[in-house]
Nanobody, 120 residues
Framework: QLQASGGGLVQAGGSLRLSCVASGSIFSINVMGWFRQAPGKEREFVSIISWNGGTTYYRDSVKGRFTISRDNAKNTVYMQMNDLKPDDTAVYYC???????????????WGRGTQVTVSS
């Protein structure tokens, strides 16, 4: 129901744009979020966006560098990632939640991740 794409290998300071397409039944009125999991670490929240795109929230380490957006007509959420750093290396997942929250347990549907690797 969720399909993330756009990952890849990039040098530090570079940019990538992740996309996540969701089925219409789960996308239209739900919060969309991005999480990531680096090797040997727990999955962590990255960003979320409200159902109408009016409200967004980011983890501190990506503020000013990452931008989440959505196109409800295309059932797609994006995350533009600029000024990437080696610490951003992780598998990135998109997910759906019925409420505006950063709590992973509240997200009910998850896509398969996309790998982002940032070289120094």
């Amino acid at each position: 129901q969720l399909q993330a794409s756009g990952g890849g290998l990039v040098q530090a300071g570079g940019s990538l744009r992740l996309s996540c397409v969701a089925s219409g039944s789960i996308f239209s009125i739900n919060v969309m979020g991005w999480f990531r999991q680096a090797p040997g670490k727990e999955r962590e929240f990255v960003s979320i966006i409200s159902w109408n795109g009016g409200t967004t929230y980011y983890r501190d380490s990506v503020k000013g560098r990452f931008t989440i957006s959505r196109d409800n007509a295309k059932n797609t959420v994006y995350m533009q990632m600029n000024d990437l750093k080696p610490d951003d290396t992780a598998v990135y997942y998109c997910a759906v939640a019925p409420i505006f929250t950063t709590t992973e347990e509240s997200f009910t549907s998850w896509g398969r991740g996309t790998q982002v690797t940032v070289s120094s």
